[in-house]
Every structure is written in structure tokens, then in C-alpha cells.
Nanobody, 120 residues
Framework: VQLQASGGGSVQAGGSLRLSCAAS????????MAWYRQAPGKQRELVAV???????NYQESVKGRFTISRDNAKNTAYLQMNSLKPEDTGVYYC???????????????WGQGTQVTVSS
């Protein structure tokens, strides 16, 4: 399973960006899809996760501003980011827990990361 993240860029505070994460390869089922971010000098942190049934959870700091969604037919997850703040700056990574076949265990996969820069 390969994950391709896209949609990062540079915006001013208050702006919006939409990230996409497309999964490809040998996919039997994708369980969770998530977005993480890593700011310079900091550890990677979970931003939002969406489960196979559509339930989602968010880091407290992005609640009400970010929305995670998924299109199961396209094996793609999205992160709509509104009212961006400078502290949202970082490299955003998509993550998926997926099975390549019914008889294999689930594995954890990472995308390559996309840079988000928010200026004040």
C-alpha cells in the first residue's frame, strides 16, 4: 500500500488549505486514516483520525477548524483546514492502517509528507 499526500502550501493566518491522501496498491480494506504533523524541533503528533465507520477524532487545538473526511470508493482521505494559525505550520503526514488481503494482518503505512506554512 502506498500513500500519496498532496495539497500543502503557504498561506497567511486565517487562510485555508485542503490536504489529500490517496492510497494505492494492493488494498483489501483500509481501516483508519489519519493525519499527523511535525513542527520543527517537535515530535510528530496526531492531528485527526477517521475510522472506517466514519467516526472522527481531533487534536484539541484543531477542533472546530479542521475537518477530516474520506472517500472509500477512491481510497482517499482529506483534511480541510480553515482558520489556519502560524502554530499549524509543519510537515503533514498521512497515515493509514490497511490490509492487503483478507488473510494478512493490518499494517501501518505512511505518506511522504507535505509542507504547510502559515505566516502571521
Amino acid at each position: 500500500v502506498q500513500l500519496q499526500a498532496s495539497g500543502g502550501g503557504s498561506v497567511q493566518a486565517g487562510g485555508s488549505l485542503r490536504l489529500s491522501c490517496a492510497a494505492s496498491g494492493r488494498i483489501f480494506r483500509i481501516n483508519n486514516m489519519a493525519w499527523y504533523r511535525q513542527a520543527p524541533g517537535k515530535q510528530r503528533e496526531l492531528v485527526a483520525v477517521i475510522y472506517s465507520g466514519g467516526i472522527s477524532n481531533y487534536q484539541e487545538s484543531v477542533k472546530g477548524r479542521f475537518t477530516i473526511s474520506r472517500d472509500n470508493a477512491k481510497n482517499t482521505a482529506y483534511l480541510q483546514m480553515n482558520s489556519l494559525k502560524p502554530e499549524d505550520t509543519g510537515v503533514y503526514y498521512c497515515n493509514a492502517e490497511a490490509k492487503s488481503s483478507s488473510w494478512e494482518p493490518s499494517n501501518n503505512y505512511w505518506g511522504q509528507g507535505t509542507q504547510v506554512t502559515v505566516s502571521s
